[in-house]
């Protein structure tokens, strides 16, 4: 008798909180994540929430400008039209599910940027991180997205990269300390690592919390989706 293994392509979702750095989901770091994940052979679905950003920033300057912005509308600039409302992300109907980084996840999809280790997250946010963990579902996150999981899932083992500022390099080094303070447990690694929390299926990578060139924070990221992958069951 022979088995056949039949290599089923994974299903992954992806969260986005915007479209630019300051305000919404990293363009590079989402757009490295869509890279790794079709050079993967993984199928891809974009979930963004249906809400009003914090604020909308003009990158030109760094300031705010009117008028604000949709979350879900600034994202599917990324995802090239093909976007669903976040409220319709079920881990029931993926593998894994990736967020990306980029101040969007600090300040749409929790208020972090405001609140540090005392924010809240999105209601639908922790409903999807509870869920894809729920099922043994594995989780990615880079750059600040790991504050998420942080947050929902106490005692998880995340990276955001160096605890150091060292010369710049690491300029949102104390990041490392409101993820202690929320009961997480920081693992320092470099841009081009990621690393795997084997218990509770979370891969962490630092992205552009390290002030680095793009192509390392790629690499980096190409990791980090090389991880979920693997634990994709
Ligand atoms: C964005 O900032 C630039 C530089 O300060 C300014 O010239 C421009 O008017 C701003 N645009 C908007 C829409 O606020
Ligand atoms: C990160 O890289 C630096 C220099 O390349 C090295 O000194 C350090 O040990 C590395 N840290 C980790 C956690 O791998
Ligand atoms: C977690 C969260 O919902 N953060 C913010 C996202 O942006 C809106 C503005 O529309 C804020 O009200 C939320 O607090």
Redesign the pocket.
């Known amino acids: 008798m022979h088995t056949t293994v039949i290599n089923m392509k994974p299903n992954v979702a992806v969260v986005l909180s915007g479209c630019g750095v300051y305000d919404g989901s990293e363009v590079h770091e989402s757009s490295a994540v869509l890279v790794h994940l079709s050079r993967a052979g993984a199928a891809v679905a974009i979930f963004a929430p249906d809400t009003n950003q914090l604020h909308t920033i003009n990158h030109t300057k760094g300031e705010t400008m009117e008028p604000n912005r949709n979350v879900l509308v600034e994202s599917a600039r990324i995802a090239r039209g093909k976007i669903s409302p976040l409220s319709n992300l079920k881990a029931a109907d993926f593998d894994a599910v990736v967020f990306p980084g980029g101040f969007g996840a600090a300040k749409n999809l929790s208020t972090f940027a405001m609140d540090g280790a005392k924010m809240t997250v999105h209601t639908d946010v922790v409903r999807v991180v509870k869920d894809f963990h729920g099922h043994g579902k594995p989780i990615g996150l880079c750059c600040i997205s790991p504050v998420i999981a942080a947050k929902v899932i106490p005692g998880c083992e995340v990276t955001v990269g160096?605890e150091q500022e060292d010369g710049g390099r690491w300029p949102y080094a104390g990041t490392a300390g409101a993820i202690k303070a929320m009961g997480a447990t920081h693992v320092?690694?470099?841009v081009t690592?990621s690393h795997t929390d084997m218990k509770h299926k979370i891969v962490t990578t630092p992205a552009f919390m390290c002030e680095t060139k793009f192509h390392e924070v790629f690499d980096g990221i190409g990791k980090m989706i090389n991880g979920v992958l693997k634990l994709v069951k």
Do not use: A, R, V
């Open positions: 160096q320092p690694k470099n690592e």
